[in-house]
């Protein structure tokens, strides 16, 4: 999906064509994906501020994204993987959960705050990726938030080439168009939740809507 200007230049960018593909007219789409929907409001997270990426850090509204698409459990699980797991997907141990003393600290469960806190901690090396790629250029929270959870998924080689679309330098411009082409699991095959996901981000780093999935869209015209 391109776009025209630069991304967090203060005025937000709407992404008429997905509105295009739902038969959504503009003004309902101003309403829907704007940074004074009603969507962005209860997000609170949904500033048009620029900063620094060196001075972000990952939001609560970003938290709560990411374990939209991670899935919360308060208590010890096993991952589709079958490794012992708790939280927000983080990894107690290599192995399926067996009584070892790694998870005796987690035996009667953690609360979402804990969770949201061990999220904060795994995201981390995808934080400092971004701020390290983006040393530069200012970000809104919404953005940065957009970008971590790109990383956490993606990885940081993947971020890398999201940014520069293989060559230099980093182009902000060319993000929401070319992050919704990251849709292919580890066996190279198109993933529908991956899908998903990426337009969350891409409407995100757009316009500051945490909670574009909430809204009455049909997902598989999106993107």
Known sequence: MATQGQPGGGAYHIPYATCHAEEISSAECKVLFGPNSNASKRSGCSSSQLYDP??????ACGVNLIAKFEGENDHLYNDPAGNCTIGIGHLVHIGACDGRSSEQ?????????????????????????VRAQLSGHDLT?????????????????????????????????????????FVLDNNNRFNSGLKRRRCAEEVLFLTGNYEYETQDLKHDKVC
């Open 54 to 59: 060196a001075r972000l850090t990952l939001s």
């Open 105 to 129: 600290q987690y035996g009667n469960g953690i609360s979402h705050d804990e969770a949201a806190q061990l999220l904060q901690s795994d995201a981390g090396t995808a934080v400092n990726s």
């Open 141 to 181: 929270q919404a953005q940065f938030d957009a970008l971590v959870d790109f990383t956490l998924n993606a990885g940081a080689g993947n971020l890398a080439v999201l940014l520069t679309n293989g060559s230099n330098p980093v182009d902000l411009v060319t993000v929401p168009q070319y992050i919704v082409e």
